[in-house]
């Protein structure tokens, strides 16, 4: 992993950076609360909000009924008579049930209220495959929520973005889509003791390179970069950026890294179909750098299937080393 | 009527609102069935007692989630009439600078968390300014309005028991107008008796007339110290929605019959009725009333057709905070 400056950096999992931003925003300010199903006590499906109860109790971190509208449309009315709501979904594929409230309540309650109210809340959600869950707990879904005007969708894919960018989430005036990727959950990163934040929209480049841009986001990105270290011995220079934000996009990383190598890659995890890739690709074709560009863009999402259980099916059903290297050789051929 | 010790004061402005929401209604349906205005409206005639009272047993600091038939709720909460009128005629001085129409008016200043245009939608709303309310040890209630088509919505059954598990103050008002657009209570429930659904959620539960104004009034006002010191209540107001379901509306699924009879049962004729009946103002001084409300009204209209559209440029704007 890259320095990211700072004097003191100790390594801790993708799981504690999150805990991490979530206690010192609600040690910073009481208006900020958790709350999901079996945050409390239990910690979280995952483990995230380990610890937690014990530090804040009962009001701040909250427990609550299998009810994903309410909770969602709950932290939406917190939020928007003063509240910080912090609301956990168990899986991003409960975000369906959740999805009227998020829509049409709170990522459009500011535009069609002319601009009177705000809802500064978070909706953290696990996401995408790799545990053997199949296919109602590991899909996807970050492709629709672009399609949100109003929504912020953030999915950062190490533990130092995934703390700045969560407490830059909780900071927000909007309604930001946390999604944590539960691959990553237990990956360990550096992350500054002190304190720090991330803009939101803003994408890294993960790696500098000048032959190939590879653009992905969340749990493609250390696949990506495996990639990426391997072509090296090979002699080709790629390029990764991980988007971090995919609403807004960063524009500018993306098209300035597409005229730099003149040739690019976008991978996702989630089905092609419809997928983030096609936005990517239409951003690229409309801009400056289509004029640089050396050979088509190649998009690689994931294959148009829900997520099946059996494990090498499940592997197949997302990008991999091998299609991506697929992918890069093609390109640069 | 029940007996009531309840202001001259209080009692002239929940006269006066159920009028100008009535004034205001009957105006905006003349401009919609004239083409003057855009889009749809759902109009509360008939049911003024039930929003205005509750919403005048309120405190300013007190919040509100309404409905798509919420103009009753608004004016009953506190409203500038100009700028409600103006947002009907999607004008930039409207309470939404245009953008937001008949289904979105909302007024955070005066409590007031919007109507919506999703049968249910504003439920989850209340149960978090509720929790707002109990997190920050406010003195204050959250009123859900919402009618007997959106208590077969899940989401009322998810947030009356999230709001019933926490001990949200939260009155959960359900006004029930006996059709969910052209389809009549029977059959969508089983057990038409909605307050029997309180049961199941451990809270408490009321029927009242929802076109008595003053029953209605003080039942909030009484159930407001409930909800403040113990957690949620249902009420249910019944009603009956005099005109159409939108604008759109044939009215093929009831009687002429039906609807005169409920004509007759108009809560503001019975308002004035009590009024004058028990002396507490002259027929002169309701006639003084009921010309001043017009007035308003007309003014209202006055505003927001001299008002300007608002600019293409303000398109992109208020996306985001």
């Given at each position: 992993?890259?320095?990211?400056g700072?004097?003191?950096m ?5 799981a504690q950076?999150i805990r991490?931003?979530m ?8 208006n ?6 079996d945050?409390?006590?239990?910690g979280?499906?995952?483990g ?7 530090e804040?109790g009962?009001?701040?971190v909250?427990?609550t009924?299998?009810?994903e ?5 709950a932290?939406?009315g917190?939020?928007?008579t ?8 168990m ?6 049930i959740?999805?009227e409230?998020?829509?049409n ?5 500011r ?13 953290r959600?696990p996401?995408g495959s790799?545990t ?8 996807n879904i970050?492709?629709?929520l ?26 927000d005036n909007n309604?930001?889509?946390f999604?944590e990727?539960k691959l990553?959950?237990r ?5 500054p ?6 803009p ?22 250390p696949?990506?970069?495996t990639v ?6 090979k002699?080709?220079?790629i390029e ?10 960063d ?6 890294s597409a005229?730099k190598?003149g ?9 092609q179909?419809?997928g983030?890739?096609?936005?990517i690709?239409a951003?690229?074709a409309d801009s400056e750098?289509f004029?640089?560009?050396d ?10 299937v829900?997520?099946p259980?059996?494990?090498e099916l499940?592997k ?5 080393e091998?299609?991506?290297?697929e ?7 | 009527?029940?007996?009531?010790k309840?202001?001259k004061e209080?009692?002239k402005?929940?006269?006066?609102k ?7 209604e ?9 083409g ?6 759902h ?6 007692a039930s ?11 007190d ?21 409600m009128?103006?947002?009907l ?5 409207g309470?939404?600078h245009?953008k937001?129409?008949s289904m979105h008016?909302a ?5 007031n968390?919007?109507?919506n245009?999703?049968?249910g939608?504003g ?5 978090g300014?509720?929790?707002t309310?109990k997190?920050?040890k406010?003195?204050n ?11 077969n919505t899940?989401?009322?059954?998810e947030s009356?028991n999230m709001a ?24 969508a429930?089983?057990n ?17 007339d ?12 009484e159930?407001r110290?409930y909800?403040?010191?113990n ?19 044939a009215?093929?699924?009831?009687t002429?019959?039906?609807i005169?009879?409920?004509?007759e049962?108009?809560p503001i004729k019975?308002?004035r009725?009590y009024l004058?009946d028990?002396k507490i103002?002259t027929a ?6 009921d010309e ?13 057709q ?10 992109l ?5």
């Amino acid at each position: 992993m890259r320095k990211k400056g700072g004097p003191k950096m100790r390594e801790i999992t993708y799981a504690q950076a999150i805990r991490e931003a979530m206690c010192e925003e609600m040690r910073r300010d009481e208006n900020v609360f958790l709350m999901g199903e079996d945050v409390g006590i239990y910690g979280g499906a995952f483990g995230v909000s380990l610890g937690m109860w014990e530090e804040f109790g009962d009001e701040r971190v909250r427990d609550t009924p299998i009810s994903e509208a309410a909770i969602a449309g709950a932290a939406a009315g917190a939020a928007v008579t003063g509240m910080r709501p912090i609301a956990e979904l168990m899986f991003s594929d409960f975000i369906t049930i959740a999805m009227e409230q998020l829509i049409n309540q709170a990522a459009k309650m500011r535009y069609m209220f002319g601009g009177k109210a705000q809802v500064p809340m978070v909706l953290r959600a696990p996401t995408g495959s790799g545990t053997g869950a199949a296919a109602q707990h590991s899909q996807n879904i970050e492709a629709w929520l672009m399609n949100i005007p109003g929504l912020k969708v953030v999915m950062p894919a190490t533990p130092y973005d995934a703390k700045g960018l969560l407490k830059a989430a909780i900071r927000d005036n909007n309604p930001v889509v946390f999604l944590e990727p539960k691959l990553l959950y237990r990956k360990k990163g550096l992350v500054p003791e002190e304190e720090y934040l991330i803009p939101i929209g803003k994408a890294d480049i993960k790696r500098e390179g000048k032959d190939l841009t590879i653009i992905t986001c969340g749990r493609m990105v250390p696949t990506c970069l495996t990639v990426a270290d391997e072509m090296a011995k090979k002699g080709i220079d790629i390029e990764v950026i991980d988007l971090r934000t995919l609403l807004p996009l960063d524009r500018e990383t993306i098209v300035a890294s597409a005229k730099k190598t003149g040739k690019v890659l976008i991978v996702h995890e989630g089905v092609q179909t419809g997928g983030i890739a096609g936005e990517i690709t239409a951003l690229i074709a409309d801009s400056e750098a289509f004029f640089y560009l050396d050979a088509p863009i190649k998009r690689l999402g994931g294959a148009d299937v829900p997520i099946p259980y059996n494990p090498e099916l499940e592997k197949n059903a997302v990008p991999t080393e091998n299609s991506i290297t697929e992918a890069v050789l093609q390109l640069i051929k | 009527m029940t007996d009531t010790k309840i202001s001259k004061e209080k009692l002239k402005e929940i006269y006066i609102k159920m009028n100008h929401t009535r004034k205001f209604e009957e105006k905006v349906a003349y401009f919609f069935s004239r083409g003057m205005v855009h889009g749809t409206t759902h109009l509360y005639i008939g049911e003024e007692a039930s929003g205005v009272g509750a919403c005048c047993a309120l405190d300013k600091e007190d919040y509100i989630t309404s409905t798509h038939r919420g103009h009753g709720h608004c004016i009953g909460k506190g409203i500038d009439l100009n700028r409600m009128m103006a947002e009907l005629l999607g004008k930039y001085t409207g309470y939404c600078h245009g953008k937001g129409g008949s289904m979105h008016i909302a007024d955070l200043t005066m409590g007031n968390l919007g109507a919506n245009g999703v049968v249910g939608g504003g439920l989850p709303i209340a149960v978090g300014a509720a929790l707002t309310m109990k997190m920050k040890k406010r003195d204050n209630i959250v009123v859900c309005f919402f009618g007997d088509g959106a208590a077969n919505t899940g989401s009322f059954h998810e947030s009356v028991n999230m709001a019933a598990v926490w001990e949200l103050p939260v009155l959960f008002f359900c006004e029930n107008n006996l059709y969910g657009m052209s389809t009549h209570i029977k059959r969508a429930m089983k057990n038409t008796n909605i307050a029997d659904r309180a049961i199941g959620y451990g809270i408490p539960a009321k029927t009242i007339d929802g076109n008595d104004a003053i029953e209605v009034y003080n039942t909030v006002r009484e159930a407001r110290e409930y909800v403040k010191k113990n957690g949620p209540m249902l009420i249910v107001s019944n009603t009956y929605r005099i005109s159409g379901h939108s604008k759109s509306d044939a009215n093929v699924y009831r009687t002429k019959e039906e609807i005169a009879e409920w004509r007759e049962k108009c809560p503001i004729k019975r308002m004035r009725k009590y009024l004058e009946d028990n002396k507490i103002f002259t027929a002169k001084e309701l006639d003084e009333m009921d010309e001043q409300t017009t007035n308003d009204i007309e003014n209202a209209v006055i505003y927001a057709q001299n008002s300007p559209n608002p600019s293409i440029d303000t398109l992109l704007e208020d996306v985001y905070a």
